[in-house]
């Protein structure tokens, strides 16, 4: 079966690309901002972290880069994640309509949604390079490594993803749920403060699974030595099997969800 749904992922490339362009243009279709969309909402995350810590009402710990490439860096890292985890929900239930009309591979759906993310994330990345050169924090070789780190970002997401759909197109409550449990996560992950050196937060936030994502590829964006690396190889090592035994089970539910939503 998983050779199966790997053939049919390969045999749905073309149609998977006209999904995502379809859904990259109805994405920005009469919008007077456009493609700038992409980033606002990182941007404007990071914005307001950063007037915080310079207005004082927040005391954030050193960091060792300019707060302002630490925050947006991390707020953009996250939204990445977060739409990968989102990725495969959002394009199946869009396709609603012609699930139960049209017979296609399914698995059409989720490589469209991983190409809509890595269109967004390109953008968010290069303005992220804006940042890092702005803020005098240059090139590094290690820079080089950054897109195997946001790969390794949407795998991780893209596996949570696949396992969250099928529940997702059952019950509305799902979404929410992962919604509000994303906003939790994100205060017990460093996105926009560093790890404290000593307490619970320090325990909770270095085995938070999210954490290693989101420092290694910082750490390779401004050229510091991934301090997290091993757990970050761990974490995609563990994806990997992950994310077939998830591929299966978005193969197997979809079919038997289209059949009740048409009953």
Not at 158 to 182: A, E, H, N, V
Not at 218 to 234: E, K, Q, S
């Amino acid at each position: 079966m998983l050779k199966e749904s790997l053939a049919d992922i390969a045999r749905s490339r073309f149609l998977s690309f006209q999904l995502a362009k379809r859904d990259i243009q109805a994405q920005y279709r009469q919008s007077y901002l456009g493609i700038i969309w992409a980033f606002v909402t990182p941007l404007a995350t990071a914005f307001v972290w950063i007037f915080l810590n310079n207005s004082g009402t927040v005391r954030v710990t050193d960091t060792g880069i300019p707060y302002p490439v630490y925050a947006f860096s991390g707020t953009l890292l996250w939204s990445i994640i977060t739409e990968s985890i989102n990725s495969p929900m959002t394009s199946t239930n869009s396709a609603k309509s012609i699930l139960s009309k049209i017979n296609f591979p399914k698995e059409a759906l989720v490589v469209s949604g991983v190409y809509k993310l890595l269109f967004n994330s390109s953008i968010k990345v290069l303005l992220l390079l804006v940042f890092i050169f702005f803020f005098g924090v240059g090139f590094h070789w290690s820079l080089l490594l950054f897109p195997f780190a946001i790969l390794g970002g949407v795998l991780f997401g893209t596996t949570l993803g696949l396992f969250i759909t099928p529940l997702g197109m059952l019950y509305k409550d799902i979404g929410r749920i992962i919604g509000f449990g994303l906003t939790f996560l994100m205060y017990i992950t460093p996105v926009v403060y560093s790890i404290p050196k000593d307490g619970i937060m320090k325990t909770v936030m270095e085995l938070n699974p999210f954490t290693p994502i989101i420092l290694t590829a910082r750490d390779l964006a401004v050229g510091m030595p991934p301090a997290h690396l091993t757990y970050f190889l761990i974490v995609i090592a563990c994806c990997i099997p992950l994310f077939f035994i998830a591929l299966l089970f978005y193969r197997i539910s979809i079919p038997i969800l289209v059949e009740r939503m048409s009953a």
